[in-house]
């Protein structure tokens, strides 16, 4: 089946085949390739939201990055409604910079600390021209009242607000400009518990009211699963696992998925002994598994080939040579 299954609408975002390295150096000075993404394909339907879960270091921010152009891959396409946005240079991707929105993890530092939160609204709509200067004011108070503030915030500094209700202004910040993605980069992660629940409820309304995709980046699957339409697993660089978020819970195939899912409950998962992951460190990942030196379901063939995103009818798809049989229709919690 093609690169996402079954697939309704024309994709807003297609990555295909993406590879990306870093150079990084060494603390001896030598200089040395970090890839980081490494043959990803993605695609964002509009008005969805994909989650994209895994460890840290797996590649997610970098994906997300790469999607609104902050890095450049290496090698593949990103297609935006059909253009190949990844081969534009800065002039040429000025015309979709207003389509991609970004929200962060910290909010305090994502605001200048000088502006008042009316300064730095008013900057985006100026820059893309949204509405004439003298409307400004009247739709900065639309953009608070919207995500559940006043208007009197709107004369306050960015350290005269909580966490939580900075991270509302960054979302009214994202969505002021009518995008038609938001990557949201732990977005919720610095927030507490009880403040993360009304910000997950607002980007869930702002997603069914303005029909705007969203890229969900989370170490929290609890989090992935409340928000995200489908969720995609990375590890290493690569995405191991992609389907409808009930799938994935009711019926993990990757081992690494499953393992994630049973650390939520403290179990170790489908996860190899740190003697076989030792030995298995030289296993070269351009021709193997890059989840072999960790897994207990390890064949001979695992090493020697790398196993491919295969999707089922239902758009599920986990790069395994031996996934996990279908489960017994359970949910896990
Ligand atoms: N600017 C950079 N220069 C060099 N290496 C980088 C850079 N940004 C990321 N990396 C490396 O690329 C890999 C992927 O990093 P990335 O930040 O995308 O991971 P992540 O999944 O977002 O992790 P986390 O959950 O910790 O945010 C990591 O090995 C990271 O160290
Ligand atoms: S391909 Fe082999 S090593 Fe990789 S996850 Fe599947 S069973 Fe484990
Ligand atoms: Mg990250």
Known sequence: ????????????????????????KSAFGAAHGLRALDDVSLDVRPGEIVGLVGESGSGKTTLGKAILGAHRPGAGRILYRGTDI?????????????????VFQDPLSSFNP??????????????HRICPEDAIPATVAALLQRVGL??????????????GQLQRIAIARA?????????????????????????????????????????FIT???????????????????RI??????????????????????????????????????????IVDPARACNYAARCARRAPE???ARPRLDFDAAGHAAACFAPLPPASGESVT
């Open 219 to 237: 170490h929290d699957l609890g989090v992935a699963r409340f928000l995200c339409h489908r969720i995609a697993v990375m590890y290493f660089g």
């Open 150 to 163: 006043r208007p009197e915030h709107a004369a306050r500094y960015p350290h005269e607000l909580s966490g």
């Open 302 to 304: 695992c090493l020697t």
């Open 114 to 127: 000088r502006f008042t939160i009316a300064s730095s609204l008013a900057l985006p709509l100026r820059l």
């Open 175 to 215: 969505i002021s400009v009518t995008p038609s993605l938001i990557v949201a980069d732990e977005a919720v992660s610095k927030l507490d518990v009880s403040v993360r629940a009304q910000v997950l409820n607002l980007l869930n309304r702002m997603n069914r009211e303005t029909g705007v995709s969203l890229i």
């Open 240 to 281: 191991v696992e992609i389907g409808p978020t009930a799938e994935i819970f009711a019926n993990p195939r990757h081992p690494y998925t499953r393992s994630l899912l049973d650390a939520r409950h403290g179990g170790s998962g489908h996860v190899a002994t740190d003697a076989d992951e030792t030995a298995l460190s």
């Open 86 to 102: 990844a081969a534009l240079d800065g002039a040429g991707r000025r015309p979709f910079r207003r389509e991609m929105q970004m």
């Open 1 to 24: 089946m093609s690169a996402e299954g079954m697939s309704a609408a024309a994709p807003l975002i297609a990555a295909r085949d993406l590879v990306l390295d870093f150079h990084v």
